[in-house]
T-cell receptor
Framework: SQKIEQNSEALNIQEGKTATLTCNYT??????LQWYRQDPGRGPVFLLL?????KEKRKERLKVTFDTTLKQSLFHITASQPADSATYLC?????????FGQGTELSVKP | DTEVTQTPKHLVMGMTNKKSLKCEQH?????MYWYKQKAKKPPELMFV???????INESVPSRFSPECPNSSLLNLHLHALQPEDSALYLC?????????????FGPGTRLTVT
């Protein structure tokens, strides 16, 4: 069956370090994959979209990669700040809809 | 204006009540969505409207009834809900061709069924 897996544990890092979040998917081949940030009690906020023919996309301190052979996307936040603490959701497109992974909770300590 | 608004912010209803959730966007998006989100879980898609027509219903129980009266408005009518329906209900919008464009989410309605 089709499955999306993100880092199962919460990720705790020190301010200034690079956070790397993983999204693995199995049994399908999405043409698009999106990343969202969600703060407690609020709706998700779009961060980046990457297409299957793109290896990498950047936006300010954010970078996402998409490896269709490994069926994996990596999401990096460089020079992390306490304000980056949130849950990050990957969402590959499948069957004309977005399917959200369970999310990775990131905590950046000062 | 890149905002999706949802009302009410909080709603408490009994199992015999009828209530409605409302969602509005003025970005000219022709795809609109309802999601349900339980604590510590990802958003789960319920319905998709494309050009004001229902295009996806994820086998949602009939006690949830969506409506899209025009291209800016989306409603979710609730009737005879169960306590397990308590959750955050999120509305989102995007350009059509889901997945090719980012979705803009509203702040959600926190629903409690007693």
């Amino acid at each position: 069956s089709q499955k999306i897996e993100q880092n199962s544990e919460a990720l705790n890092i020190q301010e200034g370090k690079t956070a790397t979040l993983t999204c693995n998917y199995t049994n399908y081949s999405p043409a698009y994959l999106q990343w969202y940030r969600q703060d407690p009690g609020r709706g998700p906020v779009f961060l980046l979209l990457i297409r299957e023919n793109e290896k990498e996309k950047r936006k300010e301190r954010l970078k996402v990669t998409f490896d269709t052979t490994l069926k994996q996307s990596l999401f990096h936040i460089t020079a992390s700040q306490p304000a980056d603490s949130a849950t990050y959701l990957c969402a590959p497109r499948q069957g004309g809809k977005l399917i959200f992974g369970q999310g990775t909770e990131l905590s950046v300590k000062p | 204006d890149t905002e999706v608004t949802q009302t009410p912010k909080h709603l408490v209803m009994g199992m015999t009540n009828k209530k409605s959730l409302k969602c509005e966007q003025h970005m000219g998006h022709r795809a609109m969505y309802w999601y349900k989100q339980k604590a510590k879980k990802p958003p789960e898609l319920m319905f998709v409207y494309s050009y004001e027509k229902l295009s996806i219903n994820e086998s949602v129980p009939s006690r949830f009834s969506p409506e899209c009266p025009n291209s800016s408005l989306l409603n979710l009518h609730l009737h005879a809900l169960q306590p397990e329906d308590s959750a955050l209900y999120l509305c989102a919008s995007s350009q059509v061709q889901t997945g090719r464009y980012e979705q803009y989410f509203g702040p959600g309605t926190r629903l409690t069924v007693t």
